[in-house]
């Protein structure tokens, strides 16, 4: 078991862990389960004995985890493509941009008692690791250079996918999720993840749910990320469905059999354009602006830029690949290879509706906070 000592500094750990291997942790006499895929590997500070790791493929994993559908579980391409790639790939620079502490999540953390257990699922760069002296940490995220990082700082991390997190049931005291669910694509899929969050605590556990907000601050932001519209839906999210094909706004017009019925046509048609051209023009316009502000009032999937500055991209590695294959595209203008990361920007009431049919879970706080709506949930 890894026995965790506060203040003791002991060598370094890495071990990976294999496909399948499952074998149980011990935390402050908590254990937890962790398996592939779910883990890749874990990274510690702590001593090891010869039988830290023990193989148990005998014992029954958290019940969280089997409940949970193969089609929620699968991660779509759109998430592979344009999430997992893409912090894989901006990792370093990313990191270095991440340091300052949300005043409302600081908050969170330093309310909580002395010696609890927290786990933040999608840690980043482990900003929040290690942030109030009194609690214990574990952070895990799905991209494996940020566990990297992590790791390196001398935190308590592993890869984990964020709806099949790899702890014990009641495991922890409190959890967060800080910018992590806008980044799922599915309602499915930020739901498990919620459900996740709540059955790793224990029973009056709490959890920090933080994510991107449509209703944003400064409102000129929209205009520099990308809309998604119905190509997200039909490529990405349910490429098992045909897609569906909008009418076209082209009307078919009427073929005369002959040239003589052509110009009576055409006659007829003139007298009908002098008397109603300016109202159908005005009536066109009208509904042409008022479906393109209802896309983009009910617009929710964007493509959210990341410029990484040419002198911190690997030419030679996977930015080079990535320009090569157009995941990627030069602005030589910034001097910049530019990333397009997904995001589900939430609406207001959005994460409240997704929460409101975990019976498991009540709602004891809810705000707006620079440009995010975030909620606390505490377990029943």
């Not at 193969?70 to 990792?91: F, G, L, M, N």
């Not at 969170?108 to 690791?129: E, H, I, P, Q, T």
């Not at 980044?183 to 556990?205: C, M, N, P, Q, Y």
């Not at 990361?341 to 709602?363: D, M, N, P, T, W």
Request: proline residues 4%; glycine residues 6%.
């Amino acid at each position: 078991m890894i026995q965790v000592f506060s203040g003791i500094t002991a060598r370094n750990f890495h071990r990976t862990i294999h496909a399948s291997n499952l074998y149980s942790i011990s935390f402050r006499h908590k254990e937890l389960f962790c398996w592939k895929p779910t883990c890749q590997h874990i990274t510690t500070n702590n001593s090891m004995r010869p039988n830290d790791l023990i193989g148990a493929q005998d014992r029954v994993p958290a019940e969280g985890n089997c409940n949970c559908s193969s089609s929620v579980q699968s991660t779509p391409e759109i998430e592979k493509k344009y999430v997992h790639r893409v912090y894989d790939a901006i990792a370093p620079h990313f990191s270095a941009t991440r340091f300052a502490k949300w005043p409302k999540v600081a908050e969170f953390l330093n309310s909580l008692r002395s010696g609890s257990v927290v786990l933040d699922a999608g840690c980043g760069n482990g900003k929040y690791l290690g942030f109030n002296p009194d609690c214990f940490f574990i952070g895990c995220d799905i991209s494996s250079p940020l566990i990297e990082i992590c790791a390196g700082r001398g935190h308590e991390v592993l890869v984990a996918d964020a709806v099949n997190l790899p702890y014990r049931d009641n495991f922890g005291d409190a959890a967060i999720s800080i910018a992590v669910l806008h980044h799922l694509s599915t309602d499915d899929r930020r739901r498990k993840a919620i459900e996740e969050l709540i059955r790793v605590v224990r029973r009056g556990g709490l959890v920090l749910i933080t994510v991107w907000a449509r209703e944003q601050e400064d409102k000129s932001l929209l205009n520099k990320w990308t809309p998604l519209y119905e190509k997200y839906t039909e490529e990405w999210v349910d490429q098992s469905s045909p897609p569906v094909r909008s009418q076209s706004a082209t009307l078919l017009e009427s073929i005369a059999e002959t040239d003589e019925d052509a110009g009576v046509m055409k006659q007829a048609d003139d007298r009908l354009k002098k008397n109603h051209d300016g109202v159908e023009d005005k009536t066109i316009t009208a509904c042409s602006n008022s479906n393109a502000d209802e896309n983009e009032k009910n617009q929710q999937e964007y493509f959210v830029p990341w410029h990484l500055p040419f002198h911190r991209a690997e030419i030679g590695g996977a930015s080079a690949a990535a320009l090569e294959n157009g995941f990627a595209k030069k602005d030589e203008k910034k001097g910049t290879v530019v990333y397009n990361r997904y995001y589900h920007v939430f609406v207001e009431g959005e994460l409240q509706r997704l929460v409101s049919g975990i019976k498991s879970a009540a709602i004891v706080d809810q705000f707006y906070d620079k440009s995010n709506w975030c909620i606390v949930l505490e377990k029943l």
